[in-house]
């Protein structure tokens, strides 16, 4: 049997759901159709295709609130069955019965399933149903006002008043779960002077209903000794669970006197009780609002940052201490007004200096839904004094390393001539080291002269046309046997098209984009190259299985002096110009280089540079 079947389960469930005598449909939490078996096309009129991917127009408008109450029962835990009407296709109404689950994958719940089969519609049930649905009608008004009110207070009385109206109880009251212990925080019906009562959690009907896994429960033994026994001739109580984000909050009670409670008001009691949960989680989302707003509030007027707020017509509205205090501009000189500074363009930095001499970085952000700005600015002028300093620092070390190169490589030259004086292990190790000296000392004095260059904007690049798949060969020859590591993989189109700019500076922005690409990936791993027309441009990337970039370093690694001090990246050295020479040659050829997550883990470095000529439109994307 198992082999004859071995494979076929989709098929089965297909099967199944077309082989049901009930109307199955799922949804998922948006309410969106994800299953319409054949039975649902017979019982509501619509077929599948109509159906698959939208909301299902099957709940009468006067459900709305009940068919909503009971998804969020069902998302929150349980099953929930309830006879029901729901819409044909031509406009009459259906007399169902409706078992609703949740539709789990794995321990989330991604929607829910509905099992809809028509009931017997006899009198008594017409009669039921007809009080059932001026009930729900009641309770959709009542809904309303209970969400009307923001105070958490007033929302719980108002659900307490209006149980004892839905389900003709004689009083009613909440209690809150507050850790192990119950708080009677309304009442309905009852003596004031029991507010504020507390019990132990565990002796409680709370408790019970707890651990029966069940939403509502009748209780009608062992009252004598409850608090709700000053309510004269009290027979039984019904309590609902109400929850917040799906934790139990509370327990709604319904308290009998005069009257036996029935199934529809125990039914009408989980209702209230998933609306109650979700009245008291909008009003206690209400006070954490409240609670937000005094805090950021506090941190407006304690930042160090200067923080302003301008309105769609870029007046200011609001003005921190610290805004005062760097721009000696105090709020009454400001507000109404434009700020005393030019303002970027959002996602963008100013460095803007005052007349006092401060230099300022500006940046603003725009709130979409209100249409305001928010500008954000620091005190830079010692930064600013620290980059005059560095270039400074960067022309006079450039010019005082030529001599200890130049001592290096006379040096070697003297080891050379006297080659047969010396032992062969003795060549060997002097010659190896002084090589060594001599290639980083000349390295690092190239990128600090590039460095010093790159400041001062006298980066100078040719630019004509050139071949870039030449240069990308050229610039990975021989790598492969670097490093018995890595492996180097080049993916370039046969038809690559030329580029404009200057091919030395593309040789150094290649070299130092590849020797990065090993540098970062000690363990090994694929380097590839790959390279594609776009947009009237040539894009090269360079792909490595390394160490990787945090998000907030992807610019960052671009400005001079930057080392990255995240994870494993502090051991690889340098002085931090490699990648600000990069970005600076290529902007000079009117190109762009970008770090990016390469998909799998590690890095991606993103070269761009300008076509030589037009590239139809039919260019691959990639």
């Known amino acids: 049997m198992g082999d004859e079947w071995a494979g076929s389960d989709d098929e089965i469930a297909r099967a199944v759901l077309a082989g049901s005598p009930n109307a199955i449909v799922a949804l998922d939490r948006d309410q969106s159709v994800l299953v319409w078996n054949d039975a649902a096309e017979r019982l509501f009129g619509w077929p599948a295709k109509e159906m698959l991917g939208r909301r299902a127009p099957i709940v009468p408008g006067e459900l709305t609130a009940e068919h909503n109450a009971v998804l ?93 109206e839905l389900t003709g109880a004689d009083a009613g009251g909440f209690v809150l ?87 529809l008001e125990l039914e009408l009691l989980e209702l209230l009780a998933g ?40 007046r200011v509205v609001r003005w921190n201490p610290a805004a005062a205090e760097l721009t000696a501009f105090s709020a009454a000189a400001v507000i109404g007004g434009p700020p005393p500074f030019p303002l970027p363009e959002p ?50 070390t450039s010019h005082e390393l030529r001599t200890p190169i130049t001592i290096v490589r006379g040096f070697a030259s003297t080891l050379d001539s006297r080659w047969d004086k010396m032992t062969d292990l003795e060549r060997r190790a002097a010659v190896h080291t002084i ?52 492996r180097v993989e080049v993916v370039l189109p046969d038809d690559l098209p030329h580029v404009l700019g200057d091919a030395l500076a593309t040789d150094i922005v290649l070299g130092q984009l590849l020797e990065n690409a090993f540098k970062y990936s ?33 610019e960052r690694i671009f400005e001079r002096f930057v080392q990255v001090d995240s994870g494993d990246r502090r051991r690889f050295g340098g002085v931090g110009l490699g990648l600000y020479i990069v970005r600076s040659l290529a902007r000079a050829q009117g190109g762009d280089v970008s770090a990016h997550p390469r998909p799998g883990g590690g890095t991606r470095m993103r070269l761009v540079l300008r076509c030589s000529s037009p590239i139809g439109s039919d260019t691959p994307m990639r």
């Open 435 to 486: 090589a060594e000296r001599s290639r980083s000392l000349g390295q690092l004095m190239d990128h600090l002269l590039l460095g010093a260059r790159a400041g001062a904007d006298e980066l100078k690049v040719s630019i004509e046309k050139f071949d870039l798949a030449e240069r990308i060969h050229a610039a990975t020859l021989g790598l492969p046997v670097l490093s018995d590591r890595h």
């Open 347 to 396: 996602g963008e930095k100013l460095t803007f200096q005052m007349e006092s001499g401060r230099w300022l970085d500006v940046v603003s952000a725009r709130i979409e839904e209100t249409g305001e700005a928010v500008i954000d600015f620091r005190d830079v002028t010692t930064a600013k004094e620290l980059e005059e300093a560095k270039d400074l620092f960067l022309a006079t």
């Open 275 to 314: 609306h109650a949960g979700i009245a008291v989680g909008n009003a206690v989302a209400y006070q954490d609002a409240v609670r937000q707003r005094a805090h950021e509030r506090a941190v407006f007027d304690a930042s160090a940052d200067g923080i302003a707020v301008l309105d769609g017509a870029g």
């Open 72 to 164: 969020e029962r069902v998302r929150t835990g349980g099953q929930v069955s309830l006879r029901t009407k729901r819409l044909h296709r031509d406009g009459s109404a259906l007399d169902v019965r409706v078992d609703i689950s949740a539709l789990r994958l794995g321990s989330a719940v991604a929607g829910y399933v509905c099992v809809h089969h028509l009931a017997q519609a006899d009198e008594v049930a017409r009669n039921r149903m007809a009080r059932r649905a001026r009930l729900v009608r009641r309770l959709t008004d009542v809904v309303g006002d209970i969400n009307s009110d923001l105070e958490l207070s007033a929302v719980l009385d108002r659900i307490s008043a209006s149980l004892t």
């Open 522 to 554: 000690p363990k090994g791993g694929l380097i590839s190259v790959d390279a594609w027309p776009e947009d009237g441009n040539v894009v090269v990337v360079v792909d490595d299985e390394g160490v990787g970039i945090a998000p907030p370093d992807r």
């Open 177 to 263: 779960i507050e850790q192990d212990r119950l708080r009677l925080v309304s009442t309905y019906q009852l003596p004031d002077t029991i507010r504020g009562t507390t019990t132990e959690l565990r002796t409680s009907l709370v408790d019970k209903l707890l651990r029966t896994g069940k939403t509502v429960m009748l209780e009608s033994n062992g009252l004598d000794d409850l608090v709700w026994a000053r309510l004269k001739g009290l027979h039984t109580i019904a309590l609902g669970l109400a929850a917040v984000g799906g934790r139990p909050y509370g327990a709604l009670y319904a308290l009998f006197s005069r009257r036996t409670p029935g199934h």
